[in-house]
């Protein structure tokens, strides 16, 4: 019981059974109407027959006198499916005709009966046995007064015929679009159920549940993929969280243990002569600890929408002409070139400060990782699309194994696990997550044919033009 209560309170059903009501209304409507209709219509046939039959019958009696008139009157009366006739004196007295008796009064006045009336057969068994007509009533010069009029009977019937026929048909409908209407109900509650039981499991901590969906694309699919598609942001933000907390301890730490320790020895050198070296060594991991830091707080302001990224028409080869001219005295310290191929004009949506930052990861990894490598070039390339622009640096170092690389976009994770180089490990997190927010992606692939190299590529969707 308190599981139907639970189904009539659901919004399916009551929008159903708010259609049912209006259904029923209009169903009802229609039979009334149309059965209205098909007796209005078969009384207006009724009397233009009688009524061109008494025309008939005045043109006999016009012609052919009172002998005449019997005569047409008593052929007309033995046809099957005869009209009412009767021939009465001036008092109203039935003289012939095919009726046995009439309703009182009948006769009195000339012209249509506005009413139907009771008459009676002579083959009716019962006195009380009545039938019912319409008729005109013509008074002749003489004072004989002629009935002419059509039993309703037949007409009737076909009116309580359609009606019933009306009423089963509508009562059919009505019946099938109550079965559907509990169907639907009880289907939508199903489906709330096991949204229920995911949301109940989600809510205990299992992030990895998804709401059901049916694969039909209703209002109940939407819901649920929107929903799911907030539940893997919120899962993939709290992994990046876990695996922060993870690493901070080994990355962090160390750092800070070097600091105190070198702190420690500084002040344990009373003669001073090491003290100098040590603070700058002090100052330089502190450096190195800030800009950690400052990457993990840019990457988070990133993944949350900052207003910081307010997005606006940049354009891309402008960018790369000046992240390239900033990058290339370095390069060339280290024995390295640094090539761009970037077509004019190209804008995207987006923020200049971010993807700015992003293409300097890029190319200071490719310089990190790439030094020393047999062909020192470092190519910055944009290509544009009808759907994408992709901007690509290329070089030729090691290269990353396929099956790590989608492991070095999470922060921390790092191919050097020596850490000799320098670096936090956070620059591909934070290219990763400015693509996302540029609703774009990060792909990964090797520069050369054997492997060698990385080539990443950063998609933009392309702004119409």
Sequence with gaps: MSRISVLFRTTAVRLSALYLVLFSLCAAFLVFYVTGMSERLLQQQTRDSIAAEVTQIADVYDRAGINGLLRSLERRARQPGANLYVIAGPNGEILAGNVAALQPGLLDDEGWKSEPFRYRRFTDESRAERHVALAQVLVLDNGLRILVGRDLQEPEKFRVLVRQALMVALGIMGLGALVIWFGIGRNALRRIDRMSEASTKIMAGDLSQRLPTSGSGDEFDRLSESLNAMLERIEKLNEGLKQVSDNIAHDLKTPLTRLRNKAEAALADTEGSNQSGALEQIIAESDQLIRTFNALLMI??????????????????????????????????????????????????????????????????????????????????????????????????????????????????????????????????????????????????????????????????????
């Excluded at 960018?319 to 280290?334: G, R, T």
């Excluded at 190209?346 to 310089?367: C, H």
């Excluded at 944009?382 to 090691?398: C, I």
């Design 300 to 465: 988070s302001r990133v993944e949350a929408g900052s207003a910081v990224a307010e997005m606006s028409e940049v354009d891309l080869a402008q960018i790369v002409a000046d992240c390239v001219e900033l990058y290339e005295p370095l390069a060339e310290d280290k024995e390295m070139r640094i090539e761009a191929e970037a077509a004019p004009g190209v804008a995207i949506s987006g923020n200049r400060e971010l993807i700015s930052q992003a293409l300097g990861n890029l190319i200071d990894n490719a310089i990190k990782y790439a030094e020393g490598a047999e062909n020192p070039l470092i190519r910055v390339e944009m290509m544009r699309s009808d759907r994408h622009v992709v901007l690509t640096v290329a070089d030729h170092g090691p290269g990353i194994p396929e099956n790590m690389r989608g492991e070095v976009v999470k922060r921390f994770v790092r191919l050097d696990e020596s850490r000799s180089k320098p670096g936090t490990g956070l620059g591909l997190s934070l290219v990763d997550a400015v693509m996302e927010m540029h609703r774009g992606s990060l792909e990964l692939s090797a520069t050369e044919e054997d492997g060698r190299g990385l080539a990443v590529r950063m998609v933009f969707p392309a702004v119409a033009t």
